[in-house]
């Protein structure tokens, strides 16, 4: 299958306009800042203290950070960061992901994250709440592809598939049985099942991703989907000012509600065969996330 253009009503604004869900322009916003390790990384902006020396008549003292703004969409309820980082920037965000290097400059900012990196280095002890959910729409042994499943060791189906394909921007050696593939490897291979878990609330542009994901799929290929429900959409559902709580950003730019889920993906032409809210304990903690089965619209 040869790759498609991406359409062009997916607007891709480096300050969002639109809202990168469902395209509505119906957004309200309140300052936030983004956090002093993601504007080192991207932009290689660093705070600042203003003082006396700096001689500005009409400035503050006091440390200054990178703004931004937290939008929320008034049609889909999508809560997201303004800057939609490009390529390169993403790649100066995500090189070297959770290595040395990113861990002790992480550390720097964020004492404790160099334990921390440990657990989520660990992964999660989940992968049978997948397979459960999985089971009622796939037929097994299966062909999987798991887009941007790092090394692998959540992955689904590791004892009841005929391979595992695994596409990541990592390069840590992936689990025994599974085989790591770049991109253009993609498109020579009928895949039965493509997981993608916690990608989509990275990424500047989720439409694009999905669009991508869609040029490997066949008419019978069943996409797994899977991001947080984050804290501050579950807590405050019903608080139409939700947003105005959001006020720093991190590796998470985008904040799901099941609404903006649905507007994505129908958007991007996928029937969702089945969405679920899963509570399970991942990095130590209980979290909650979303789960998504969907295939071709036909």
């Known amino acids: 299958m040869n790759k498609a ?17 469902c395209g509505s322009v119906n957004l309200i916003k309140t300052p936030a800042i983004l956090m002093p390790f993601i504007a080192h990384r991207v932009f290689d902006w660093k705070p600042v203290e203003i003082d006396q020396s700096w001689g500005l008549q009409t400035i503050k003292e006091g440390m200054a950070y990178s703004l931004c703004n937290t939008l929320s969409c008034e049609e889909c309820e999508l809560v997201f960061l303004d800057i939609r980082f490009s390529d390169s920037e993403l790649a100066a965000l995500y090189r070297g992901y959770r290595d040395d290097e990113y861990t002790r400059v992480r550390e720097v900012y964020e004492p404790g994250y160099k334990e921390r990196n440990e657990v989520l280095k660990a992964g999660g002890d989940y992968v049978s709440h997948k397979e459960k959910f999985l089971a009622n729409h796939l037929s ?44 253009g490897a993609l498109f020579a291979n009928d895949y039965d099942l493509i997981v993608c878990s916690h990608v989509l609330e990275h990424v500047p542009f989720p439409a694009d991703l999905i669009e991508e994901i869609k040029n490997v799929m ?16 579950q807590v405050n559902a019903n608080d139409a000012k939700r947003y105005q709580k959001k006020r720093h950003w991190h590796e998470h730019i985008n904040f799901y509600s099941r609404q903006s889920l649905m507007s994505l993906l129908q958007r991007c032409g996928l029937d969702v065969l089945e969405i679920k809210e899963m509570n399970v304990r991942a990095e130590g903690n209980f979290v909650w996330m979303f789960q998504l089965a969907c295939k071709l619209k036909t």
């Open 140 to 183: 097994l042994p299966a062909r999987i592809l798991d887009w941007g499943g790092d090394t692998g060791k959540n992955t689904p189906f590791k004892e009841n598939n005929q391979f595992i394909h695994i596409y990541d921007i990592g390069e840590r050696p992936v689990i025994e049985g599974a085989q790591r593939v770049e991109k």
């Open 5 to 21: 253009a991406i359409p062009d009503r997916h607007i891709r604004e480096h300050v969002a306009k639109h809202c990168v869900c």
């Open 218 to 233: 066949q008419k019978d290929t069943l996409l797994y989907l899977e991001v947080p429900y984050e804290n501050l959409m």
